[in-house]
Each structure stands twice: as C-alpha cells, then as structure tokens.
C-alpha cells in the first residue's frame, strides 16, 4: 500500500508531500477497506498543500479530497458487496492505495462508466450544478455568463446548462482556450477586457444574463457585474485573480446587482444526507452516460506524486491531472 502524504506545507507544493508505504488492519463492523481506482488534483489540493486554502487538515495528512474506489473487504454489519464501486468520503485523503471507511459515508456508484471519469464527481459537478440552480430561477433559453469557462468547474457548468436548455457566455483570460471551451459546447466565448459588457450584449443579440459566475474576483467580477441584467446576481466561488472581488457602486446600488458566495464544503455541512445522496445520483448517471464529462491531461501514479502535483500546479493546462494507482504502487 501506498499513499501521499505531507508533513509541512510551503510555498512549492510538490516538494511538501511524498509517495510512502503504509499498511490496514482489516474493517471493522462498519467499515470496508477500498481500493482506490483514481483521484484527481484539483486547485483546493494545491493550495490546501500551500497553507492557501480556507479549510487545512491538521498536519501531518494525505492529500486528495476526493475519488473513486472499489469495495474489497466489508466488515461486519455492511451491505455493500465486495466489488462494489463507490464515491469517496470528501476531504478523506484519497491520494492513496487503499482506504479503510466508515460504509455509512460512501455513496454507491454504477459499474457502468470510466473510473477517471468517475472519480471527479464529488467537487466540481456538484459545484457546477449548484451554481446554475442555487441561486436564480433560470428558464429554459436563458443565458448564463461565467468567466474561468475553461476550467473544469467551468466544462461541467457548460454541460449541465445545456443539458437543462440554457445557453452559455463564457469567458477566458487568454486567446488560445476559446476553442477548446467552443468544442465543450460553449455558446458563446469571448476573451475578458474592459468592453465585455458590451460584447456580451452584442454576443446575445442584446440579452443580458441574469446570473453571472465568477471564479477570478479582482476586476473581472466587476467586468460580469457590468455585463448582468439589472437586478442580476453575480455568485463568487474562487479568486483566481488573488484579488477580492472589485464590483462598483454603479452595479450595486443603481442596478441593484446582488453579489452572493459559494462554497462547496458549506453545502456539504447544511445539506441533508437525502439530498446528498440525490444530486450525486443524478450526476454519476450523467457521467456514466458519457453526457458529463472533463478533460484530463495526464495520470500519474501515487509512485510519481511529486511529477503529478507539479503538473496540476504549472499554468496552461489543458485538462485535469488525475492520480491512477497502478501495480507498482500496490507492489
């Protein structure tokens, strides 16, 4: 067995964490003890290994805050099957081989659909389906605007408007990701500057969106601020940017712009097990179906996680790096 752990956090997150072996006693009533298919690295890893993010596990700790398994062993008392597929308890350290858990905490998956696929489905689809639903009532036919659109949080938002008959704006920070956000079926892809607003009006044929998505903050959630129909709600969900979110008093008081956050680990405290349960349901059948899905750069093994973390951290990515254990890990 093997896993990546850190001891420290600095400001190079690859030279913090390290492959290193480990062993499980066998479940216990309750438990089951999962092998890990795959887990991805996302921005919240990156900075949670920095000292940035706004929620840090006590030190030392294994990384990965969410992934895939399959049932290997039950313990006492537990329904679930060995073979089993199941979606990882979120923020449980799956960066690793093998994990022993409490069954009560794992949501079953179909046996259908890729692994690597699969093993994303707790953060960023559940933010992306939040952020459309959460906040404003949208019919279908309406637009949605959103910035950081090649993201993955931003590829899931694209599906799941269209899926549900809404049409998207979506903004980029550089020329060279319009097309790849216009092959995900992105509507509309404009790059940001200071005439988005009026680009945006021109893009929809004078249509102004009701709700704006943001993940940059500093200027340009004040650039979606400005593009919004009045009385429109712009929701933050990151500061790409570094910046906090710089909306005007124009936008706030004479059109009655209403800026909201979102934080994905907060919806997990508040919502109730059922509605968990019924929102990941429906997201795995998506992606099973192949209807949802991101784009992954590259896998690496548990074995090279400092190449893996290094890669989910460089700039200029085009796609997810999702960890895949393989036979020399469990060697």
Known sequence: ???????????????????????????????????????PINPSDVLTLTGDYGSLPPLPAIGGNEGVGRVVEAGEG?????????????GSGTWTTHQLAD????????????????????????????L???????????????????????????QLARAAGLRTVNVVRRAEAVE????????????????LAARVQEATGGARPRLGVDAVGGAASGRL????????????????????????????????ITVRGFWLARWFRTATPAVRTALFAELAAHVASGTLHARVQATYPIAKIREA???????????????????????
């Open 1 to 39: 067995m093997l896993q990546a752990r850190y001891h420290r956090r600095g400001p190079v997150p690859q030279d913090v964490i390290a492959a290193e072996a480990f062993s499980l006693p066998p479940p216990g009533a309750g438990q089951v003890l999962v092998e890990v298919l795959a887990a």
């Open 78 to 90: 537990v329904t679930l099957a060995p073979g089993q597929r199941v979606l990882l308890p979120v």
């Open 103 to 130: 069954a009560r905490a794992l949501v079953p998956l179909p046996s259908e659909g890729d692994a690597v696929q699969l093993s994303m489905l707790a953060v960023n689809p559940p933010t992306a389906a939040l």
């Open 132 to 158: 459309l639903r959460g906040f404003v009532d949208l019919a279908p036919g309406e637009w949605v605007l959103q910035n950081a659109a090649n993201s993955a949080v931003g590829g899931y938002l694209v």
């Open 180 to 195: 790849a956000v216009r092959e995900a079926g992105g509507d509309v892809v404009l790059v940001d500057g200071d005439d």
């Open 225 to 256: 601020a400005d593009a919004l129909a009045p009385g429109g709600t712009l929701v933050n969900y990151g500061a790409m940017s570094g910046e906090p979110c710089a909306v005007s008093a124009g936008a706030l008081v004479f059109r009655g």
């Open 309 to 331: 973390v290094a890669a989910a951290a460089a700039g200029g990515r085009d796609g997810k790096i999702v960890l895949v254990p393989d036979e020399t890990d469990r060697a």
